[in-house]
């Protein structure tokens, strides 16, 4: 029988034009987007098959903001973030942080809490200055076991390698959780941009960590403190 959503189909495409009645300039024009959105999408790494292990984070100290809503607001975040710390425009030589402290698919928007950071040890005095005034504070994300996966993201393809990185490398992370019977459901995730570099052809590369921590009481900032609760 057929699928109950394709019931519909045959009286929404009344009154389409076939393929063969467009005019040739727009089948190759259309043609032409879809042969670049799938170059551009093999490049993010879409069809790639991100690593997904158990590995250890080592200690480090970092200067983060905190804040609430939604996860778009994340980008703007790191933005405020370079302009208060980069004076060359060259934020890769920097490593950054990005803790997420609930699930954006089970979660309200507007509660869903998070915090961006960058690696105190990359900084001077005066950058440390500028963000202490901004607001932001230290915090040492100690060391803790971690389901691991791995990516890169390409800034020069933007919100469409982020975007990559989301839907290829987190259900991975889950999918191994469940195969293994870790519940890091209340538990903090982190995403690590380590510094980046250029490759031959001269495309900056960012590599990037991303982990799911294997203990329910690390890396919570002060204001994500939660009483830990089991069930």
């Not at 190759?28 to 590995?55: M, R, S």
């Not at 963000?131 to 060391?143: D, I, M, S």
């Amino acid at each position: 029988p057929p699928h109950p959503k394709q019931t519909h189909l045959p009286s929404l495409m009344i009154g389409l034009p076939s393929l063969a009645a467009l005019p040739a300039a727009l089948v190759a024009l259309v043609a032409l987007a879809a042969g670049l959105l799938f170059v551009l999408a093999v490049l993010a790494g879409y069809f790639a098959t991100p690593p997904v292990t158990v590995a250890k984070v080592d200690p480090t100290t970092v200067m983060y903001k905190y804040y609430t809503g939604g996860m778009k607001k994340v980008g703007p975040a790191f933005e405020a973030l370079s302009k208060l710390v980069v004076k060359d425009g060259c934020v890769s030589k920097y490593r950054c942080v990005a803790l997420y402290y609930d699930d954006p698919n089970s979660t309200e928007e507007e509660k869903t809490r998070w915090a961006v950071g960058i690696v105190e040890a990359d900084i001077g005095e005066d950058a440390k200055e500028a963000l202490t005034k901004a607001g932001y504070k230290r915090f040492v994300v100690e060391a803790c076991n971690t389901v691991k996966s791995k990516w890169v993201f390409l800034p020069q393809l933007a919100l469409l390698s982020i975007l990559c990185m989301v839907w290829r490398c987190y259900p991975a992370m889950v999918k191994y959780c469940v195969a293994n019977k870790l519940d890091v459901k209340k538990n903090t995730a982190m995403e690590f941009y380590h510094k980046g570099s250029k490759n031959a052809v001269g495309i900056m590369r960012i590599p990037v960590s991303i982990h799911f921590a294997l203990d329910a009481t690390k890396w919570r900032v002060d204001e994500a403190q939660l009483p830990i609760t089991s069930g």
